[in-house]
């Protein structure tokens, strides 16, 4: 069956066809070390993973390759303010190459806990200079560059087509300049490589044909997702805030040097809000999945909830939301680790299920369509064989979940079932009487296919 999915360049669902039969490159922006992730940054690598284990579920061999940003990110998109590595080692009293590596540890801890596929490639930026100052001599040997007393800037001029992507009117951008753009020639060029202050010096710089100084953020990608995967790869991907400033600008370089759109398919990951507003950094007080971790919620809870929403659609955040991810998340696991093993996945179901996700990623479908599962009376070893076929695309790691070790008492075995008997039965009222008696003593009671479920009560 075919994949659709959508495309933020030409703004429409369209069919996936690979360059290379069998084969994809995927590119991810990945995290700027210089504080930790916040939960919203984490939603789009969820979604990025729900992509890539899409690929690989219709039979694809994915090459992923995620940059860390570690130098070169100013905290303005318009080119001026500090790098934030340099902000964030003042902050710490750490050296920026120490708080590169902290943050970077960090991130990484995040990755495991919220059970995402290792990239085959993680990149960073200041292990790349040559191919990144290699890549701006090009662009100057070509003619799109200029120079000014803090840098070498992109021309953007040159090129008519300059922020198709994000639909930019730079005529618009340029009237409606309100602020100083220094030796910019236009609101919209950007630095490819930026001197280092002569009044004080730098952590992280490098000699360069121009002057010793450090790479524009937007230069990295480019370099690097080249070096790794061609000038023309399948899929970039990143948060729907890159569009209008960092990919369209990456666009634009590879365009000049290369001649090419760096990718076929440009694919964005929306916001997660809260309050109806985007988390920041920049507010200085933003949920980790740690801060997740500290109310006692487990982190695939929140991947649940992200699921549980399209990636293309803004999700709002809540403490509620969340406890409704964690109990449906502990309820799906109860019922995987009760179902017997032995089981072939029932076709019907799969092909229900390839509908869903090969239709741009539709988890929430597919969230809907594993409780139907969880809910019909097939053969219970079919279902979950079934829902271990589909988990190897959500990634909620069932097949290692296990449920806490508790014994229940005798006394508590022999009322429920009593209670079962009861059922049997049909009493329905000595039945509740029973539930309720097993809750007094500590235990909760399920009802399922194979008997009684018994579990402490801890509520």
């Known amino acids: 069956m075919e994949l659709h999915l959508y495309d933020s360049w030409e703004r429409r669902v369209r069919r996936f066809d690979s360059i290379q039969p069998g084969r994809v490159g995927m590119y991810c922006c990945g995290p700027t070390v210089y504080d930790y992730a916040h939960i919203g940054n984490l939603r789009t690598y969820i979604f990025e993973d729900l992509l890539r284990r899409t690929l690989e579920f219709n039979g694809y061999q994915v090459q992923h390759v995620v940059n860390i940003t570690d130098v070169g990110h100013l905290v303005s998109d318009g080119d001026d303010g500090e790098d934030k590595m340099e902000k964030g080692s003042r902050r710490s009293g750490k050296s ?54 803090d ?136 949920l980790r999945l740690q801060s997740l971790s500290e109310q006692g919620f487990d982190a695939l809870a929140y991947r649940y909830l992200c699921l549980a929403a399209h990636y293309r659609s803004q ?42 996700i090969n239709n741009d990623l539709n988890s929430a479908r597919v969230l809907a369509l594993v409780w139907e599962l969880v809910r019909s009376d097939g053969d219970a070893a079919v279902g979950k064989a079934t829902l271990r076929a589909i988990d190897a695309v959500l990634g909620l790691d069932l097949d290692n979940w296990h449920p806490d070790s508790y014994q229940v008492p005798e006394t508590v075995m022999a009322l429920a079932h009593q209670r079962q008997a009861a059922r049997e039965q049909k009493q329905w009222q000595e039945a509740d009487r029973l539930r309720l008696e097993i809750r007094r003593q500590g235990f909760l009671v399920e009802d399922s296919a194979a008997g009684p479920l018994l579990k402490p009560d801890r509520g």
Not at 102 to 119: E, G
Not at 236 to 264: F, K, W
Not at 319 to 345: K, M, N
């Open 96 to 149: 920026a190459w120490d708080i590169a590596q902290y943050y970077s540890a960090a991130f990484m801890a995040d990755f495991r806990a919220l059970n995402l596929l290792q990239p085959a490639v993680w990149c960073r930026a200041t292990e790349y200079l040559p191919e990144q100052i290699g890549f701006i001599e090009e662009l100057e040997r070509k003619g799109y560059t200029y120079r000014t007393a």
């Open 315 to 356: 999700l709002e955040f809540s403490w509620d939301g969340l406890q409704a991810a964690a109990t449906g998340l502990q309820r799906l696991r109860e019922t995987y680790h009760r179902w017997p093993d032995g089981g072939v996945a029932d076709e019907a179901w799969l092909q229900r299920f390839r509908v869903a």
């Open 151 to 286: 840098g070498i800037y992109f021309d953007t001029s040159k090129q008519d087509d300059y922020g198709y992507m994000a639909r930019l009117d730079r005529d618009a951008l340029q009237a409606g300049v309100r602020v100083a753009v220094g030796e910019k020639r236009s609101i919209t060029d950007f630095a490819l490589w930026k001197f280092s202050p002569l009044e004080t010096r730098r952590q992280m710089e490098w000699d360069s044909p121009w002057g010793r100084g450090f790479p524009g953020w937007h230069i990295e990608c480019s370099a690097m997702s080249a070096a790794h995967l061609g000038s023309l790869f399948d899929i970039h991907c990143g948060g729907e805030d890159h569009i209008a400033v960092h990919h369209s600008n990456e666009i634009a370089q590879t365009q000049a040097c290369h001649g090419t759109r760096l990718a076929n398919y440009w694919m964005h990951g929306y916001f997660l809000q809260i309050d109806s507003k985007k988390i920041s950094k920049s507010d200085g007080d933003f």
